[in-house]
Every structure is written in C-alpha cells, then in structure tokens.
C-alpha cells in the first residue's frame, strides 16, 4: 500500500514550459486534490476532483488544468510555466470531500520555474 | 470569506513542558477541525479531527479543544519531546464548502 505518490520530486523548467506533475493513489479513495505551499501562505487549493469525471476550481486554480480519467490518478497540467509557479505542490486524497478521516498527502514535489 | 489565523512566530519550547498552539477562525463556525503535523520537506500527515459539537478530542499526549465561543481551537502536546518539533496546520471544513481548507502553521521547537 504506497498511498499518494508524486512524481516527480524535483523539477526545473524554463518560463513558458509546460509539464505534468503526476499524482497516483492506491486506497481507493473518492476525492483528490492539489495545493501548492509559498513561504509565509500555507497550503491554497488549485484543484479538486471528488471522483473519477468530476473536477473544480480551488482558490488559485489559474495557469493550470486538471483531469480525472480514473479514480487512481490525478494529473496536474501546467500550461504555460511561470516563476510565479515556482512552490512545492502537493497532492492529496481522502475517502470522501468531507475529509473526515483526514487527508492523506503525497511528499511533495519542488518546483522551480527560471 | 473565511480566516485561519495560526501563530506565524515560532514557538519554543523546554522538553517535558506542555506546548499550546492557537487556531483562530472568523464569521461561523466550522463543522469540524482538523490538526495536521508537516516536517520539512515532507506532506503533511493527519493527527486529529475535533467537530464542532465536541469540546475535546484525545489521542495520546495530544489534546485538542473547540471553543465556538472564542472562535478558537487549541492543539495541545503534553510532556513534549525534541521529536515533537515540526510545523503544525490546523484546517477547519465549513459544511456548506467540499473542500478543507489550511492555515499557514506554526512552527513549534522543542529544545532538550
């Protein structure tokens, strides 16, 4: 049972790049998401998706698209890199939206956009 | 919208001591609340969820308190120990939202 795993942990691209930070869960939960942590900001919600098909915005969802084509993965798209996305994205699930068994993270993955 | 104030200046403790961390919410109350421990460089992992008809929640030497009077939540460490020494986020969930939402943490250091 791996839990949330992110890949990859470190990443460097150049401004106007794009990638996907990959997200895979093996618990079977419902609800995924994606925040990224700033110094000083915590952790803001980009996107969220409470199962397989089903996707929304959080509170900085700009700059970047999600899917959810299966219950196991949750993708994050950066369409179009900028150093205002450089920041550590961590992705996360939970049984169900309400999260009342807590959320269970992934280690993160660092990014760095020049 | 909806608040989380943590105590962004870190808090220093003595080994044995009790540690007392402060999570302030404005307008209505949250359903429930959770506290989460992140070490650096790693996610954060869930420790305890207090809801909002509970006064108290346990686990250990952990503590957590809900006063909807005050707006507040208090996350307690008792006998803390050098291995306690992390970022702690509270991260209440309003009924009316699907999502949970966090504070920015305080970082707590417990010295030998």
């Known amino acids: 049972n791996a839990g949330v795993t992110q890949t990859p942990k470190f990443q460097v691209l150049k401004t106007g790049q794009s990638m996907t930070l990959q997200c895979a869960q093996d618990m079977n939960h419902e609800y995924m998401s994606w925040y990224r942590q700033d110094p000083g900001m915590g952790l803001r919600l980009i996107h969220y998706?409470?199962?397989?098909?089903?996707?929304d915005q959080g509170e900085v969802p700009n700059g970047y698209n999600v899917s959810r084509s299966t219950t196991e993965d949750f993708p994050l798209r950066l369409l179009s890199a900028a150093p205002s996305q450089t920041s550590v994205y961590f992705c996360?699930?939970?049984?169900?939206?309400?999260?009342?068994?807590?959320?269970?993270f992934g280690s993160g993955t660092r990014l760095t956009v020049v | 919208s909806q608040k989380i104030e943590q105590n962004s200046e870190a808090l220093n403790i003595q080994e044995g001591k009790t540690a007392t961390l402060t999570c302030n919410y404005t307008n209505y109350s949250p359903a429930y609340l959770q506290w989460y421990r992140q070490d650096p460089g790693r996610g954060p992992v869930f420790l305890l969820l207090?809801?909002?008809?509970?006064k108290e929640k346990r686990k250990e030497r952990l503590k957590v308190t809900f006063d909807t009077t005050l707006k507040q939540s208090l996350f307690h460490i008792t006998a803390s120990q050098p291995a306690d020494s992390a970022t702690y986020l509270c991260?209440?969930?309003?009924?009316?939202?699907?999502?949970?939402?966090f504070g920015s943490g305080t970082r707590l250091s417990i010295r030998p």
């Open positions: 998706s409470v199962g397989a098909g089903i996707t």
């Open positions: 207090i809801r909002e008809n509970e």
């Open positions: 991260a209440p969930r309003y009924s009316s939202a699907s999502k949970i939402i």
């Open positions: 996360a699930s939970s049984p169900s939206a309400g999260g009342e068994l807590g959320y269970t």
